[in-house]
């Protein structure tokens, strides 16, 4: 069965403080990797999806990374307003489209 | 362009009642997506539509539930009847088709909060 494991499950940051965070994942082959956003109250928001080991994207201070067992989420220089659940999905190769998710990082960004 | 909507935000009903979520999909989305959030716990997989037709439902818990998806648009997934273990967030998410599948991209509703009491 696949699996997703988040760490840390909360994380604190002064402004600027730059950080990552951490999935790791098993899965009988890898379609994608995906990461996502989420405030209270609302639904996931997409942000990456990640193919193969190796591949990075980047969406203004968020820089994700890919490798054979793990991915990371770096955070440059975090703004309060990246205060968010960040979670981390894996879709397995082979199979229909059922996402595996992670249980989230919940950062906070202090001014 | 409209994202995806969810109906209602809330519902409160006690063990053994009916209810039913609904969720429009964003227009031109043959892909819907039914997920459930309990607490403390991961968002899990319900069931995937294509158009009109079921294409995966393993993650669905049991046969209290029912999910359709009337004439490829709109969704409906009814508990019939509510378990106190049902509570939870029920997120709908829809993706477009493209020539090498559903489109990885799922864009989420914000929920449906569901409390049995």
């Known amino acids: 069965e696949d699996q997703v494991t988040q760490s840390p499950e909360a994380l604190r940051l002064q402004e600027g403080e730059s950080s990552s965070l951490n999935c790791s994942y098993t899965?009988?082959?890898?379609?994608?990797l995906f990461w996502y956003r989420q405030d209270p109250g609302k639904g996931p928001e997409f942000l990456f999806t990640?193919?193969?080991a190796g591949e990075e994207k980047e969406k203004e201070r968020l820089k994700a990374t890919l490798t054979k067992k793990e991915s990371f989420l770096h955070i440059t220089a975090p703004k309060p307003e990246d205060s968010a659940t960040y979670l981390c999905?894996?879709?397995?190769?082979?199979?229909?489209?059922?996402?595996?998710f992670g249980t989230g990082t919940k950062l906070q960004v202090i001014p | 362009e409209a994202g995806v909507t969810q109906f209602p935000s809330h519902s409160v009903i006690e063990k053994g009642q009916t209810v039913t979520l609904r969720c429009d999909p964003i227009?031109?989305?043959?892909?819907l997506y039914w997920y459930r959030r309990v607490m403390g716990k991961e968002i899990k997989f319900l069931l995937h539509?294509?158009?009109?037709?079921?294409?995966?439902e393993s993650g669905m818990p049991n046969n209290r539930f029912l999910a359709e998806r009337t004439g490829g648009t709109y969704s409906t997934l009814k508990v019939q009847p509510a378990e106190l273990e049902d509570s939870g967030v029920y997120f709908c998410?829809?993706?477009?088709?493209?020539?090498?599948?559903?489109?990885?991209?799922?864009?989420f509703g914000p929920g449906t909060r569901l409390t049995v009491l």
């Open positions: 998410a829809s993706s477009r088709t493209t020539d090498r599948g559903p489109n990885n991209e799922q864009f």
């Open positions: 227009s031109g989305h043959d892909n």
């Open positions: 990640l193919y193969s």
């Open positions: 539509f294509v158009k009109e037709s079921k294409q995966d």
């Open positions: 999905a894996v879709q397995p190769s082979g199979g229909y489209q059922k996402v595996t």
């Open positions: 899965v009988s082959g890898l379609r994608g």
